[in-house]
């Protein structure tokens, strides 16, 4: 049975930093791309990060880039956001995803998890 499953979400002050977890259990990690996907109240998901797992390579949405860090502990199966000078439009659903292909869209992923919370006050 697939799972994955978020922690990390919290509520903290603008500037703040947070690191997301994403725990993988019943796929075969290193064969997909692992992502971080979001959705604000209101509006549409947006993918924030992702991450081919045998080789490393990441990917990044143009609004987080230089304050997000993907990372993995293939070892773990775990995938990691961690996020710094967090801003209020930051406050969403964090969702962690597993797709065949890297592509910040969430059509590109076949697995979800529930989503952590995150909350970003001014």
């Known amino acids: 049975q697939v799972q994955l499953v978020e922690s990390g979400g919290a509520s903290v002050q603008a500037g703040g930093s947070l690191r997301l977890s994403c725990a993988a259990s019943?796929?075969?990690?290193?064969?997909?791309?692992m992502g971080w996907f979001r959705q604000a109240p209101g509006k549409e998901r947006e993918g924030v990060a992702a991450?081919?797992?045998?080789?490393?390579?990441?990917y990044y949405a143009d609004s987080v880039k230089g304050r997000f860090t993907i990372s993995q502990d293939n070892a773990k199966n775990t995938l990691y956001l961690q996020m710094n000078s967090l801003k209020p439009e930051d406050t969403a659903m964090y969702y962690c995803?597993?797709?065949?292909?890297?592509?910040?869209?969430?059509?590109?992923?076949?697995?979800w998890g529930k989503g952590t919370l995150v909350t970003i006050s001014s």
């Open positions: 991450i081919y797992t045998r080789s490393g390579t990441s």
């Open positions: 019943g796929f075969t990690y290193s064969s997909y791309c």
């Open positions: 995803a597993a797709g065949p292909l890297c592509r910040l869209r969430g059509d590109a992923m076949t697995y």
